[in-house]
């Protein structure tokens, strides 16, 4: 017989209201409990009665989209074009943030489950953090990003690709001294080890040896953080022939810094950045950017995500999507 909330209530040694506020994500309980639920589940294989929900066909109509920081323009603009395809195929879009905690990507996947949503669209940050892992019973999920694995579909832009084709770009005027903003400390997360490493493969490329010293460290990637890790660089460093900074907001912030020390861009320094969000495109001057569409990043992942809900068993597909180097203003030289 199907498994009820009861049962997995007596598996787990909890109530079923505590069943019920682990499945819905709302009320939070302890970390031990939320586990020992989730276990209960996977063992019983246990499946809400949908019906008594008054949902038809088994779904929900709505998936989530969970990004790490929804204050970004990037972010914006991905979001945007996810809900705008989704909403022309008849789905409902729930918007989260992850703040880049797994536990929140853990969450999203228990709601996927338990069918409170039909499929999960997620941008994680760190492989080995991520929700997505060997051995968790994964619902339908779509990744985006660089974070990769075996496991779940994923739709992505090649980056170690894009910061070697930048960079050889920022390059070609003859600049050799190209510092980049971005790198990480500690959990280092896939797109700022990808862009380095492209970046690095850039510097074989021209001949030109690995310098530390034009390694610029920035955890948080936004404007104000990257103005303030650039600024500080400045102080104690000589100023670099070239900035790759490793998101356009990043490099918004850097064109603040370098014009309030009265540089000239791109005469004193090249700038470029990555995404190619619309307020790079009129900033003063306009940002050199890697450009991706971002609607057919949407297309993908709905693609995706409704081929494996009508089948689980598929094998991994990957789908990368074509991105151009723009030069704009920031660093023609």
């Known amino acids: 017989m199907r498994a009820t909330v009861k049962d997995v209530a007596r598996r787990a040694g909890v109530s079923p209201k505590t069943v019920s506020n682990v499945m819905n994500g709302i009320v939070p309980v302890s970390e031990a409990t939320r586990l020992k639920v989730e276990q209960a589940i996977l063992d019983l294989d246990y499946v809400p009665n949908l019906s008594a929900r008054g949902l038809r066909n088994g779904r929900s109509g709505v998936i989530a989209l969970a990004l790490p920081d929804l204050a970004t323009p990037y972010s914006a603009e991905i979001a945007h074009n996810i809900v705008e395809v989704a909403h022309e195929q008849g789905w409902v879009v729930q918007i989260e943030e992850t703040g880049s905690d797994p ?30 892992q060997v051995g968790v019973a994964l619902p339908p999920v779509v990744l985006l990003g660089e974070v990769t ?43 700022a080890i990808q862009r380095t490493q492209g970046y690095e493969e850039a510097l074989r490329i021209l001949g030109v040896d690995r310098d530390e010293s034009l390694l610029i460290p920035c955890e948080k990637w936004t404007p104000e953080t990257a103005a303030e ?3 500080a660089y400045l102080d104690s460093h000589p100023l670099p022939e070239a900035l790759f900074c490793f998101t356009d907001s990043m490099a918004i912030g850097a064109l603040s810094v370098l014009w309030k020390k009265g540089l000239r861009i791109p005469a ?5 950045g990555f995404d190619d969000i619309a307020d790079g495109r009129y900033a003063v001057p306009s940002l050199t950017t890697v450009s991706f569409d971002k609607r057919a990043v949407a297309t993908e992942a709905l693609r995706l995500l409704t081929e494996r809900m009508a089948d689980r ?18 660093s023609r030289g």
């Open 229 to 231: 890790a650039l600024a």
């Open 313 to 330: 068993g598929h094998e991994q597909r990957l789908v990368p999507i074509d991105y151009s180097i723009v030069e704009r203003d920031s």
């Open 149 to 191: 694995q075996k496991l779940a579909d994923r739709v992505f832009v090649d980056s170690f690709a894009a910061a070697r084709d930048m960079t050889l770009a920022l390059a070609r005027p003859g600049r050799r001294r190209i510092a980049i903003l971005g790198t990480t400390q500690g959990r280092g997360s896939a797109a």
């Open 103 to 132: 536990h929140r990507e853990h969450e999203l996947m228990v709601r996927a489950r338990t069918n409170l949503i039909d499929g999960l669209i997620l941008n994680p940050v760190v492989l080995d953090e991520s929700a997505v």
């Open 268 to 272: 004193d320094i090249g700038v470029a």
